[in-house]
């Protein structure tokens, strides 16, 4: 444009001209420059060139370039789903870290304040401090830490992957995994052994645990780790410095064991030495004369005998118990019927609750005599603590219908689906009530099956709590209608739920009403997990990115040619 | 007129001031133009809290965000996160939106603010940007000049030339020419005063022809 600079001076700005050519001017500015813009071709050619900027703004902005990536055309079906996962992953996390806390903390200070004479020996410090039931189980925690330490490595690069770009994290990945490597490797490795019959022979040194699968299992040799072994025959009879771990049919402990053990087995009997703790849930817990245990010994059993010597606590249930040997600790104990021979000593208190009087020598060496509760046949509907433990018990369920819903919430909608046809739920409910501990049993005798059928048996009995929370829910919806939302579904299983808890409150009813309410849930849940099973015709929701023909957003002219 | 028979453009000079005025709601492809219709069930649905519904608002609308965080957002990873959080927020906020409303424009709000936020952590705003910005130079550009350079622009040198520009610049004309946010919505979310709005936008233009201008340099020595 070939202008003098008095006429550049007489033409419109460009600031002027782009409120102008976006309509933000105000009436009387607009006409100025409406006018001006009539007679100047300079300002015409201005303002449309402002417009075409604004077109191509728009178009360039508008093309679709790119499509939707995948992680975003499937996040509506899987956002919650990462979201429960994250949900277990904290609980896991928590509970590693609770763990942790406990072993590396709380063990050491109480082994410092036994050392320094604090060391008490009520049967509650055995159940909770003495880690009669959480120590001893490093072998499979050490797995758990990996997995907790895989999490959190996973939600570092979650979360610094917002932060950074792909190869800032991908350097801390690798940075971790270096990490990692140039950590020191366990001192012991774990070995595994599986045949028909696996015998550590007398002159064998394992260095580290050792999982043992068999047939029949002999440990004659010395095994400086844990064993965990899954054989419907142990036998241990050189030298443990672990803990073992034993699902069997059969242990027979001959030799010694400097940790703990545990089990789940159909009789156990020690005649060894066992230098720390025991727990078992057993049907037959023969303590031998000459077996020795050096801490505390639980037991879970249907017949019990003792004659040889406990150093610490022992809490029993059992059906029918004999003490005939010598206890450094209390007892509680709780059962049908107890015996105490002329042989036995114990040093600390006794208290029995059982069906009748415990039937005790009077040559038996006892520190107090046996405290004796007759064990209630019924709950004392009077008693104001009965209320109370409804309630806590009420609070508990809506708890863990709450973590459940959160964990499953697609399954738990499907459940209580389920759960409305009536006959299907029913007859299911009757079949996995029934059926499955049946079969459960019959998985345990197997070796492979054992540990499967423990399992299922754990599966089974959790899921007869959770019969309940759904069956909460399904007259939660009754009460306040349906809904396919989660957090409004958990407010109706909670109010269902307190309607239940209250039902089953009731005196010569609530028993049924609970079973009613068992097989019912039971049954729903069994259905719902049968139809995850079937294959679905129609998927409920496209996974293949999908693109709409075009946004319903906005343009300043795109579609107009330019 | 001399409009170099552009039919199209003749509007850019208005009859008079009632056309003028009547032109700002009725420009093509305004979010609450007529003929635009949103799926006003589904966002009932939605807000009553039906799974299903919001999740046809989701596939509805996710690429459209998609692409809004895509332009305003510095690599392809925050936009993919931002659609996500947006989503998200948008979800817990449903029971807010005003249902008289266009659900488009409050959708592009939400977006908007939470992608300023984005840029806003990183310090991508700084005060010597709004320095900057206080001492523009409102020059008359040579017109001529302008109209050559824009049409020898393919749209997707622009996005690369977009893609180089400040975070406020790049915000700025993502709002107001992808979205087609008004300068009050554009004011708000950047948390600037309306009359400064023009400014930003202008600013943000010169920047952008100067990255244009700058690829056209590089294409240029890259042949030679």
């Known amino acids: ?562 | 007129m001399g409009w170099g028979g552009n039919a199209g453009l003749q509007y850019v000079i208005f009859a008079d001031l009632c056309a003028y005025q009547t032109m700002e709601t009725q420009r093509p492809g305004r979010m609450s133009a007529p003929g635009i219709t949103e799926p006003a069930e589904a966002i009932a649905r939605a807000r009553a809290g039906d799974a299903n519904a919001w999740g046809e608002l989701y596939r509805e609308y996710a690429p459209a965000i998609f692409r809004f965080c895509r332009r305003a957002l510095p690599t392809r990873e925050d936009a993919e996160d931002a659609t996500m959080e947006i989503f998200m927020k948008l979800r817990e906020k449903l029971g807010q939106y005003d249902t008289t409303r266009s659900f488009t424009a409050w959708l592009y709000k939400v977006a908007a603010n939470h992608c300023w936020d984005i840029l806003r952590r990183r310090k991508i705003r700084q005060d010597k940007e709004t320095e900057d910005v206080e001492s523009i130079p409102l020059e008359h550009p040579d017109p001529n000049q302008l109209e050559k350079l824009i049409e020898q622009r393919t749209s997707e040198e622009v996005r690369k030339a977009l893609a180089r520009l400040r975070g406020r610049a790049r915000m700025a004309l993502v709002m107001r020419y992808y979205s087609d946010m008004s300068y009050d919505e554009i004011a708000d979310a950047l948390g600037v005063r309306r009359a400064f709005v023009g400014v930003v936008l202008l600013r943000a233009r010169h920047e952008l022809r100067q990255a244009l201008e700058g690829n056209a340099a590089l294409a240029a020595g890259g042949v030679s």
């Not at chain 1, 998985?443 to 089974?460: D, E, P, S």
């Open chain 1, 1 to 562: 444009m070939s202008e003098t600079p008095g006429e550049k001076m007489k033409h419109l700005d460009e600031m002027t001209c782009l409120l102008y050519a976006e309509r933000q001017l105000d009436r009387a500015r607009a006409l100025e420059v409406s006018a001006h813009a009539q007679e100047c071709e300079a300002c015409q050619t201005l303002l449309r060139a402002l417009e075409r900027e604004s077109r191509l703004l728009t178009r360039a902005m508008l093309e679709e370039d790119e499509p939707l990536p995948s992680r975003l055309a499937v996040f509506q079906e899987r956002a919650r789903r990462a979201l429960h996962w994250i949900w277990g992953l904290a609980f896991g996390l928590a509970a590693t870290g609770a763990y942790a806390l406990y072993a590396d903390y709380i063990q050491p200070w109480q082994r410092e304040l036994e050392q320094a004479g604090f060391g008490g020996s009520n049967l509650l410090n055995l159940l909770i401090f003495q880690g009669a039931f959480w120590k001893g189980w490093q072998s499979m925690i050490t797995v758990l830490e990996a997995a907790a330490l895989m999490t959190l490595g996973a939600f570092a690069v979650m979360f610094l992957r917002r932060r950074m770009r792909r190869g800032g994290a991908l350097a801390v990945v690798l940075a971790g995994l270096c990490a990692l490597l140039a950590m020191p490797a366990p001192a012991a490795a774990t070995e595994f052994r599986k045949a028909d019959t696996v015998d550590i022979g007398k002159d064998e040194k394992i260095k580290g645990d050792v999982y043992i699968m068999a047939q029949r299992a002999r440990v004659d040799g010395t095994v400086d780790g844990d064993v965990i072994v899954f054989s419907p025959n142990v036998d241990i009879n050189g030298h443990v410095m672990g803990d073992v771990i034993a699902f069997a049919t059969s242990v027979r402990i001959n030799g010694q064991v400097d940790g703990n053990v545990r089990g789940a087995n159909n009789n156990i009997t020690i005649t060894g030495n066992v230098a720390r703790n025991v727990t078992d849930f057993c049907q037959t817990f023969t303590l031998d004369a000459n077996g020795k245990v050096g801490g505390s010994l639980t037991s879970f059993s249907e017949s019990f005998s003792q004659d040889g010597s406990v150093g610490r606590d022992m809490l029993l249930f059992f059906a029918h118990g004999t003490f005939a040997g010598k206890v450094a600790g209390g007892i509680r104990a709780k059962g049908d019927s107890l015996v105490i021979t002329s042989s036995a000593v114990i040093d600390g208190p006794i208290r029995f609750e059982g069906n009748k009087q415990a039937d005790v020598s009077p040559s038996a060496k006892l520190a107090s005599p046996v405290e004796f509760h007759r064990i209630e046949k019924h709950m004392t509907y009077r008693s104001s603590s009965y209320y109370v433990w409804q309630v806590i018990w009420a609070a508990a369920f809506i708890l863990f219908g709450l973590v459940l819903f959160a964990l499953m919430p697609k399954f738990s909608e499907d459940a209580v689906k389920s759960a409305e046809h009536y006959g299907a739920s029913a007859g299911l409910g009757v079949l996995v009530l029934f059926g499955v501990p049946i079969a459960a049993i019959i998985a345990c005798i197997t070796v492979v099956g054992l540990f499967l059928g423990i399992a299922t048996l754990f599966v089974w009995y959790g899921s007869l709590y959770f019969a309940q929370v759904i069956v909460g829910a399904v007259i939660g919806q009754w009460l306040m209608g349906r809904t396919s939302e989660l957090w409004p579904l958990i407010g109706r299983m909670a109010v269902g739920l307190i309607l239940v808890r209250l039902c089953t409150t009731i005196p010569h009813v609530g028993g049924w009403v609970k079973f009613v309410a068992i097989l019912w849930g039971i049954g729903a849940i069994s259905l719902a997990i049968y139809r995850r099973f079937q294959p679905t015709i129609a998927p409920v929701a496209p996974a293949a990115p999908y693109t709409p023909p075009m946004p319903p957003n906005t343009t300043v002219g795109g579609t107009m040619p330019a």
